[in-house]
């Protein structure tokens, strides 16, 4: 609190932080008033000048990718902003932000609201950009009567989009942080907003530097100015992944070139780790791939199938039969091709995908069967990977209808990108294992991995996974860098629409590296999943 003291009469002393200001008071009739000056304030404070707090960049600790390099780290940034005072026409400067930053999502319609309700010296934010964006549009709006430029610092990744639903984004302090811990946060904190960045807040988040600072009364967008206080930054912690650079740009480029929403999952088949998260940009900080509850469609069948090898209910050569259609429990079901195979073999109807073979199988895999292989799995099961997953669900026993569909990934079965990644790796490692996300801090309670598979029955679902590749539902895959793949397609009916709409989806591997492709009403058929399943691995390959 500031002190007062009388060193003669109509003179006083104000002491507030350390320093003494005097303050001179005039009587005016039985009152008396403070003569004002800037120097009570400060005593170096002048006329024309004023007060700055600047804060220095946030010592926010990184997020590290699997070669313990900063994927999140302090980069330079520009704060576009508008002074009022120098603005000659708000609509017309809106209109010319609004056109030179459209590719950045900025909507300036409400601008010469806000010019017209902010002081005439503040500083009204437009957008913040990357350096690099910034010199790409300077000569369209730095000459723009009215704008003003701060050079910041912001806690980013690489690019916008690298794996952006995962990290999430660090801001300032909303109204509803301050609200929700005021002793905590005050307005011009930075926190982390979504996945990652908000996950770890406390363990990423510093204390940055704090300068006082005296300046120029006018120049808003100003820098510099004499400095009268400063405190030093406290870093804050680094929070380290198992994301791989390479492949999760290769899967970044893979969903941003689609034309639907898009979800890719990439693991190490070896040892679990999750190597890219990638969601369409569009989807912004929904993370599709990690939260969808969706149907997986045909995809599931890899599931179905290991569980009917596995209980030696058919062969990979064992006659199947494989209509166009066939009616269980008062339900029609068909193929996605609208045919069926005549002779069909089960490793006929695996690679061609066909509904109508697993509907009639359904009843050989008993009510729990299809459940119990899903869980060894590891799809429906607690995982513990350091941020928000669904593992997905498998509806046990009803009607006939009911295990018609679910085997073949219908029904009430539900999975996410990541669950269906997951399950891939374990048919292509023998043995499922929880994926791993985070290595530091370590989950305190990752799932024990499943048991080791029966090497025959997964040998023989390997084969047949290989020629839904060579030879079936998924050849546009045939040719792509890299080396073999292997896998299965999926469409996945939802909704009450008739027909129904549908997702499309592929889940396979490549060498090590295990996948699931996700796209989001992808149509009857798979071809936008493997259209973005051969891009991610085009580009993978280099």
């Keep these: 609190m500031p002190a007062l003291r009388s060193p003669s009469p109509g003179r006083w002393l104000r002491t507030c932080g350390g320093n003494e200001t005097t303050v001179s008071l005039a009587q005016a009739g039985e009152q008396w008033q403070v003569e004002?000056?800037?120097?009570?304030?400060?005593?170096?404070?002048?006329?024309?000048?004023?007060?700055?707090?600047?804060?220095?960049?946030?010592?926010?600790?990184?997020?590290?990718?699997?070669?313990?390099g900063p994927i999140t780290e302090s980069r330079p940034v520009v704060v576009v902003g508008v002074q009022p005072s120098k603005v000659e026409s708000a609509e017309d400067l809106a209109a010319s932000l609004g056109e030179a930053l459209k590719e950045d999502g900025v909507d300036t319609g409400g601008l010469p609201k806000r010019i017209s309700e902010a002081d005439p010296d503040a500083f009204v934010p437009v957008v913040t950009l990357r350096k690099e964006r910034y010199l790409e549009v300077r000569p369209e709006i730095?000459?723009?009567?009215?704008?003003?430029?701060?050079?910041?610092?912001?806690?980013?990744?690489?690019?916008?989009?690298?794996?952006?639903?995962?990290?999430?984004?660090?801001?300032?302090?909303?109204?509803e942080d301050i609200e929700a811990d005021a002793d905590q946060f005050r307005a011009g904190d930075q926190k982390g907003h979504n996945g990652l960045q908000e996950a770890y807040d406390q363990r990423l988040r510093?204390?940055?530097?704090?300068?006082?600072?005296?300046?120029?009364?006018?120049?808003?967008?100003?820098?510099?100015?004499?400095?009268?206080?400063?405190?030093?930054?406290?870093?804050?912690?680094?929070?380290?992944?198992?994301?791989?650079?390479?492949?999760?740009?290769?899967?970044?480029?893979?969903?941003?070139?689609?034309?639907?929403?898009?979800?890719?999952?990439?693991?190490?088949?070896?040892?679990?780790?999750?190597?890219?998260?990638a969601n369409s940009p569009e989807l912004g900080m929904h993370n599709l791939a990690l939260d969808a509850q969706v149907p997986p469609g045909s995809t599931f069948k890899v599931v179905s199938g290991l569980s009917l090898l596995g209980s030696g209910a058919v062969d990979l050569d064992t006659p199947v039969s494989c209509p166009a259609t066939t009616n269980v429990g008062g339900r029609e079901f068909k193929n996605a091709w609208?045919?069926?195979?005549?002779?069909?073999?089960?490793?006929?109807?695996?690679?061609?995908?066909?509904?109508?073979?697993?509907?009639?199988?359904?009843?050989?895999?008993?009510?729990?069967?299809?459940?119990?292989?899903?869980?060894?799995?590891?799809?429906?099961?607690?995982?513990d990977l350091g941020v928000p997953v669904h593992t997905g669900s498998v509806g046990t026993g009803g009607k006939p209808v009911d295990q018609a569909a679910a085997a073949f990934g219908q029904g009430r079965?539900?999975?996410?990108p990541m669950a269906m990644?997951?399950?891939?790796?374990?048919?292509?490692?023998?043995?499922?294992?929880?994926?791993?996300?985070?290595?530091?801090?370590?989950?305190?309670?990752?799932?024990?991995?499943?048991?080791?598979?029966?090497?025959?029955?997964?040998?023989?679902?390997?084969?047949?996974?290989?020629?839904?590749?060579?030879?079936?539902?998924?050849?546009?895959?045939?040719?792509v860098p890299g080396g073999p793949v292997f896998g299965k397609t999926g469409t996945a009916e939802y909704g009450t629409e008739t027909p129904p709409r549908s997702h499309s989806w592929f889940t396979g591997w490549q060498g090590d590296v295990a996948f699931a492709v996700f796209v989001e009403d992808g149509g009857n058929e798979a071809s936008l999943a493997l259209t973005a399943t051969e891009r991610f691995l085009s580009a993978l390959a280099g």
């Excluded at 089960?346 to 066909?354: E, K, L, P, V």
């Design 413 to 416: 079965t539900v999975v996410s």
């Design 421 to 479: 990644a997951a399950a891939t790796a374990g048919v292509a490692r023998g043995q499922w294992k929880q994926p791993s996300l985070i290595t530091d801090p370590a989950p305190a309670a990752p799932a024990a991995d499943g048991p080791e598979l029966d090497r025959a029955t997964i040998e023989k679902l390997r084969t047949v996974m290989r020629e839904v590749v060579t030879e079936g539902s998924g050849r546009e895959l045939s040719s």
């Design 338 to 383: 609208d045919g069926g195979i005549e002779n069909a073999t089960f490793r006929a109807a695996f690679a061609q995908s066909c509904n109508t073979a697993f509907a009639l199988l359904a009843p050989k895999l008993g009510e729990d069967g299809l459940a119990k292989t899903a869980a060894e799995l590891g799809i429906g099961q607690k995982w």
């Design 206 to 277: 510093g204390v940055p530097s704090m300068a006082v600072t005296i300046g120029a009364t006018g120049d808003a967008g100003a820098n510099s100015g004499r400095e009268l206080f400063r405190s030093e930054e406290q870093p804050g912690s680094p929070v380290a992944t198992t994301l791989d650079a390479a492949t999760q740009n290769a899967a970044d480029r893979a969903v941003a070139e689609a034309t639907k929403n898009t979800a890719i999952v990439a693991t190490r088949i070896s040892d679990g780790s999750v190597l890219a998260v």
């Design 36 to 68: 004002w000056t800037p120097a009570i304030v400060h005593p170096e404070l002048k006329a024309g000048e004023r007060l700055t707090l600047r804060r220095g960049a946030d010592p926010r600790g990184s997020i590290l990718d699997a070669s313990g």
């Design 142 to 175: 730095y000459e723009l009567p009215g704008t003003v430029f701060r050079e910041e610092s912001r806690v980013l990744a690489p690019t916008r989009d690298f794996a952006r639903a995962l990290l999430g984004t660090v801001d300032p302090v909303t109204k």
